[in-house]
């Protein structure tokens, strides 16, 4: 389980995050929802230890993180799937993907895992040995979240993954955030999609301002007027 306790961080002089609080399970769906600015992408990369935790703590599974570098924090079973993608877009499908399996380079490991992606993304089997850069965007978003999977992740934190998609790709690509957790894997999602990524989460969070304001079973938090007219037009 992953526990942040009060963590606060933030840019130079600037905090951002005051104070935060949550739990992402094991085997659930956490979605995190939030206006544009309210700190999710610094959330995410705190606990990936890409910012300094300036306050409070972050354990994962019993073990302290608020103070691992990066690569530790991926080799506890934390993969972080950044917001906007950042393939090497001159480099093949294959290649990128591979990129992502560092942790365990060179052990069996890695072929078994780069067939459960190819599993999970057929599209992505004729594509292998073309440029990322050519790819459509929903296919690098595929691209994207296999790399971070390539790692072996327990808990994988996907960065608006929709961002920028057409509706019908935005399904899709929901539906496999949807089959990497029905297939044991926690995930810790920020979505604008706020009705879609609740419909497939167990639990949410709502950030504002850099404070956690709710907390709810996802759907609960579907019921919740607040977050209806806030985040589902309603
Ligand atoms: P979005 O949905 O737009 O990505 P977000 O909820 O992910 O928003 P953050 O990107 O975490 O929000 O930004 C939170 C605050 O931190 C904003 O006020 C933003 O201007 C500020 N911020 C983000 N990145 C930096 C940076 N590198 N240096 C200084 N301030 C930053």
């Known amino acids: 389980m992953l526990t942040l306790n009060n963590v606060t961080s933030g840019y130079d002089a600037t905090d951002v995050l005051h104070g935060v609080s949550i739990t992402a399970r094991p085997g659930e769906l956490t979605v995190i929802l939030g206006a544009n600015g309210s700190g999710k992408t610094t959330l995410f990369k705190t606990i990936s230890g890409l910012l300094p935790v300036r306050d409070g703590s972050i354990d994962y599974d019993g073990r302290s993180l608020h103070r691992a570098r990066p690569n530790a924090i991926v080799k506890a079973g934390i993969a972080h799937c950044p917001e906007g993608r950042h393939l090497f877009g001159k480099m093949s499908v294959e290649k990128n993907l591979r990129l992502g399996s560092y942790p365990h380079r060179n052990s069996s490991r890695t072929d078994e895992i780069f067939g459960e992606v190819l599993d999970l993304f057929p599209v992505l089997k004729e594509k292998a040995k073309q440029p990322a850069g050519s790819l459509s965007g929903g296919q690098q978003q595929m691209v994207a979240i296999g790399r971070a999977l390539m790692s072996d992740p327990s808990l994988l934190i996907l960065d608006e993954p929709s961002m920028g998609l057409a509706p019908l790709v935005v399904e899709q690509v929901l539906a496999s955030v949807a089959q990497i957790n029905v297939n044991g ?30 907390a709810d079973d ?13 985040y589902l037009g309603l």
């Open 185 to 214: 894997i926690a995930v810790l999602l920020s979505e604008q999609n706020a009705k879609a990524s609740l419909a497939i989460a167990h639990r949410g969070y709502v950030l504002a301002e850099g404070r956690i304001v709710l």
């Open 218 to 230: 996802a759907s609960q938090l579907l019921d919740n007027s607040e977050v209806q007219s806030a």
